[in-house]
């Protein structure tokens, strides 16, 4: 059990994909360190999935299966003493609800905090950019609508784009020149259809971001907004970490 005047323990279901997962260990460690000094660092459980396992589950649109795989990660996080649960998956919060069933944990939500942080940073029309089970499937549509901001879904052939450079690449530890250069082109030409804004739904994508687009308000990664919400959650009633993400 955490005391008073301990962080909270963040609970990662993670391993979807494991390069993600290796960022979100990184960034909320960072993120601790920041806010407490010296060599402070998070207090971290992760379960780690079989992403061969989640793959499959997910081209063969077995929802149920993968929600009850990811909800006995959450049962296994709670044995181990975590106090709260995240999923460092986009895709995988269509399975949220069987995540909250399975344990009295919280759950840090990735699609409201990103919605939030979209709405914060004064984007007006923002392209879901990720695989096609989330852009798609309108994972992120309602929690943007409902706050004011218009949710963009990629054309057909850019979706095809996207699932390329996420399933053959990213998720498979490679970030390539091509898939670089491809991505920043599809933002391109989003902007010049009039989208002010871009969420990269996808916790992989953030890797084939440079220095300064990381840092553009035009560009919400869902994986720095999470992790935000992850050391906040964590360290409420330490520090003055902000609440809310920007």
Not at 54 to 74: I, K, N, P, S, T
Not at 100 to 120: F, G, K, N, Q, S
Not at 147 to 166: H, K, N, S, T
Request: hydrophobic share 45%; with cysteine; charged share 20%.
């Amino acid at each position: 059990m955490t005391h008073a005047d301990e962080p909270a323990v963040i609970g990662l279901l993670g391993g979807m994909s494991w390069p993600s997962t290796l960022t979100y260990y990184r960034a909320v460690n960072e993120g601790v360190g920041k806010a407490l000094g010296g060599s402070h660092s998070a207090r971290v459980v992760i379960w780690s999935q079989d992403y061969a396992e989640v793959e499959r589950l997910q081209l063969a649109g077995d929802w149920e299966g993968a929600g009850e795989l990811l909800a006995a990660g959450a049962r296994r996080l709670a044995a181990a003493g975590a106090d709260m649960v995240a999923i460092a998956c986009n895709t995988m919060h269509r399975v949220s609800g069987a995540v909250r069933a399975a344990c009295d944990l919280p759950l840090i939500d990735i699609v409201e905090v990103t919605a939030e942080a979209t709405r914060r940073r004064g984007i007006a029309r923002a392209a879901v950019l990720g695989t096609r089970f989330t852009s798609q499937g309108g994972l992120f549509d309602g929690a943007l609508a409902a706050r004011g901001v218009e949710p963009v879904r990629p054309g057909a052939g850019d979706q095809r784009l996207i699932d390329r450079i996420i399933y053959d690449e990213l998720c498979r530890g490679t970030v390539s020149d091509w898939a670089a250069a491809a991505f920043t082109d599809l933002r391109e030409r989003l902007r010049g259809d009039g989208v002010d804004g871009a969420v990269l739904a996808c916790t992989e994508l953030g890797l084939l971001l440079t220095p300064a687009e990381r840092v553009s308000p035009a560009v919400v990664d869902t994986v720095d907004v999470h992790v935000e919400a992850l050391v906040t959650a964590s360290l409420r009633g330490r520090t003055g970490a902000p609440v809310h993400p920007s």
